[in-house]
């Protein structure tokens, strides 16, 4: 796993944060102001940065994004923000921030958000093919194969499977899904997650094989390779 730098003025916040990433595996490092976490992350080695956009002490957690990016600082960092409009999520991205979380917030999404970041990381820039068990994607023709047989899939049924095994073995969230394929907030409960994943399964589901989607109660989605 990594080491996260978690930059929370809040210490009951931070307290519970850094007990979810313990327990999910990583090692966990705290500041608890914007100037302590900058130079934390400017001279410490992070595999990603948990930030809080309010933080006090002259240094909000925009500011301290903007100097990291300035330096040349380039550590995945999820920013964390009880402030929920459009604009304000687009102010963090655009200051350098790799994902925006709303709070409050679940913990199994906060760790599913940062097993993305972390895997981004490390992936090769240049993929061209995408592989689960005997799933694949070719990214340049944008077709789908399994056990070498084609599978038509319509636009969005793509992107969906594209998501989904960019993230092999990790829990995507329906939140995550539908920021990155529909590309809008999810903030009430609707079924067009599941309604889409079910037809993907349909179509890329081979009779008598294990299922290479499986539905993670309460959270989300995981595709992988049956063992």
């Known amino acids: 796993m990594a080491r996260i730098l978690i930059i929370e003025d809040d210490a009951g916040t931070a307290n519970e944060i850094a007990a979810a990433l313990t327990d999910h595996g990583h090692e966990v490092a705290a500041a608890g102001t914007g100037r302590d976490g900058l130079l934390r992350a400017a001279t410490e080695?992070?595999?990603?940065?948990?930030?809080?956009?309010?933080l006090p002490g002259g240094m909000d957690g925009l500011a301290v994004l903007a100097t990291l990016r300035a330096t040349g600082n380039?550590?995945?960092?999820?920013?964390?923000?009880?402030?929920s409009a459009v604009d304000e999520r687009v102010r963090g991205l655009k200051a350098g921030g790799d994902d925006y979380l709303t709070k409050p917030f679940e913990f199994l999404e906060l760790t599913a958000r940062l097993d993305v970041l972390?895997?981004?990381?490390?992936?090769?820039?240049?993929?061209?093919?995408?592989?689960v068990a005997d799933l694949e994607i070719d990214l340049l023709t944008q077709t789908v194969t399994r056990a070498g047989q084609s599978i038509e899939l319509l636009p969005r049924e793509y992107r969906?499977?594209?998501?989904?095994?960019?993230?092999?073995?990790?829990?995507?969230?329906?939140t995550m899904m539908f920021e990155e394929v529909w590309h809008y907030r999810y903030d009430e409960p609707t079924n067009v997650i599941d309604v889409h994943v079910s037809k993907l399964r349909r179509k890329i589901e081979i009779a008598g094989a294990p299922p290479l989607i499986q539905t993670v109660r309460g959270a989300g989605y995981i595709l992988h390779a049956p063992d």
Do not use: I, K, N, W
């Open 160 to 174: 969906l499977l594209e998501y989904l095994m960019r993230h092999p073995g990790q829990v995507v969230t329906r």
């Open 74 to 83: 380039e550590v995945p960092v999820l920013v964390l923000s009880a402030l």
């Open 45 to 54: 080695e992070f595999g990603a940065v948990v930030l809080d956009r309010m």
């Open 118 to 131: 972390l895997r981004r990381r490390t992936s090769p820039q240049r993929e061209t093919v995408l592989r």
